[in-house]
Every structure is written in structure tokens, then in C-alpha cells.
T-cell receptor
Framework: GAVVSQHPSRVICKSGTSVKIECRSL??????MFWYRQFPKQSLMLMAT?????????EQGVEKDKFLINHASLTLSTLTVTSAHPEDSSFYIC????????????FGSGTRLTVV | DQQVKQNSPSLSVQEGRISILNCDYT??????FLWYKKYPAEGPTFLIS?????DKNEDGRFTVFLNKSAKHLSLHIVPSQPGDSAVYFC??????????FGPGTRLSVLP
């Protein structure tokens, strides 16, 4: 079945630094990937839709200059949290859309970001 | 405007009994529906799907029912097991469109 690898699974960084999270589709090409954020005991919040070779589409309220998304190939999308602050600490999840609707989107295992 | 709603944020069920998770949608163009299961600190995993040409799809202990006229679907888990404790998301899509996810329902199966 389709697999999406998300790396790293956990990261701790200092305030003011940047962190990059990678999302790879391992056995299929994903023209569209999605980035979500989940706060404790809350639902998934869609941050942006990433399309290969074009600019990401950000949801309302999400700062595109803070959360940089790059989808340079059909199997890789990256999310960079720039100048991280403690309030950026959260669980970030990516998903990828495969060629058909079949099983919907395949999700990565998530990245726990802690900014200290 | 929330197109996919899961009005119960949480549900508790005794082990061995039936769990029923509900989902309502507003977009009549939606024709494909999914349920995902999510454990803490993990990404959601696909559970079961249903197309609008069907009103029921069954996979082991999991059955999804679709009522198109009511724009309602439900996920039945029977018998419920402690390992089923998780957050369940329903999602819907129209042809050629991205999936829209509901806010999730946290299921707790009590031993």
C-alpha cells in the first residue's frame, strides 16, 4: 500500500532557529501534499496545500512567511518553520494524495516540534 | 462553514458493546467518504470507505452506513475493543476535489 514517510518524528529547537520537516511518498507520486497542525486534544488543522512545481496554497490565518512549504518533486514536500517560537510547538502531520480516491490520503506519522 | 461535521467530540463505550460514530455533511456533491483512525502522536490511518452508490460497506468489525437523503454517515464498531480507543475522523470529497475532514470524535472503549 501507499506509504508516506515523515522525518524527523521529534525535534527540539531553540527559539529563533528554523526547523525543516520532510514528507516523502515512498511508492507513489504525489502531485498534491497537505500539511496539518494538531494542538493537544484538538482536531487536525489544515495549514496548506502543496502542489508539485507551484506555490503552496495557505489556509486563512497561516503565515506563509513563517511556514515555508516547498514541493520540488513528485515525492517530496518540505515544511520549514522559520524563526520558531515556543507557540509554534505542536504536532505537524503531512499527507499525500495518490492517483485515485481509493483510500483517500496517506498520512505521515507526524513530527512533534518543541521550541524551547 | 463546516462542510463535514462530527457533532460528538467524544464518546465512551463499554468493551464488547457497539460504538456508533456519526458524521453529517452539507455538500450534496460529495460522493466518496472515508473514515480514519488516529492514535496520539501518530498520523491518521485509513479505516474504511464508502461510495455514494452504496449505502453500506463492511470490513470485519467495522461497518459504514451512508444515508444520502439525510447527508449522514455513521461508523459502527462491534464488538468494541480497548484498542479501538482513538480519534476517528470522517472525510468526504466531490469528484476531482480534495477531501474535507470533520473535526473528529474521540472514542474511549472502557474495559
Amino acid at each position: 500500500g501507499a506509504v508516506v514517510s515523515q522525518h524527523p518524528s521529534r525535534v527540539i529547537c531553540k527559539s529563533g532557529t528554523s526547523v525543516k520537516i520532510e514528507c516523502r511518498s515512498l511508492d507513489f507520486q504525489a502531485t498534491t501534499m497537505f500539511w496539518y497542525r494538531q494542538f493537544p486534544k484538538q482536531s487536525l488543522m489544515l495549514m496548506a496545500t502543496s502542489n508539485e512545481g507551484s506555490k503552496a496554497t495557505y489556509e486563512q490565518g497561516v503565515e506563509k512567511d513563517k511556514f515555508l512549504i516547498n514541493h520540488a518533486s513528485l515525492t517530496l514536500s518540505t515544511l520549514t518553520v522559520t524563526s520558531a517560537h515556543p507557540e509554534d510547538s505542536s504536532f505537524y502531520i503531512c499527507s499525500a494524495r495518490g492517483p485515485g480516491r481509493g483510500n483517500g490520503y496517506t498520512f505521515g506519522s507526524g513530527t512533534r516540534l518543541t521550541v524551547v | 462553514d463546516q462542510q463535514v461535521k462530527q457533532n460528538s467530540p467524544s464518546l465512551s463505550v463499554q468493551e464488547g458493546r457497539i460504538s456508533i460514530l456519526n458524521c453529517d455533511y452539507t455538500n450534496s456533491m460529495f460522493d466518496y467518504f472515508l473514515w480514519y483512525k488516529k492514535y496520539p502522536a501518530e498520523g491518521p490511518t485509513f479505516l474504511i470507505s464508502i461510495s455514494s452508490i452504496k449505502d453500506k460497506n463492511e470490513d470485519g468489525r467495522f461497518t459504514v452506513f451512508l444515508n444520502k437523503s439525510a447527508k449522514h454517515l455513521s461508523l459502527h464498531i462491534v464488538p468494541s475493543q480497548p484498542g479501538d480507543s482513538a480519534v476517528y475522523f470522517c472525510a468526504a470529497s466531490a469528484p476531482g476535489q480534495n477531501f474535507v475532514f470533520g473535526p473528529g470524535t474521540r472514542l474511549s472503549v472502557l474495559p
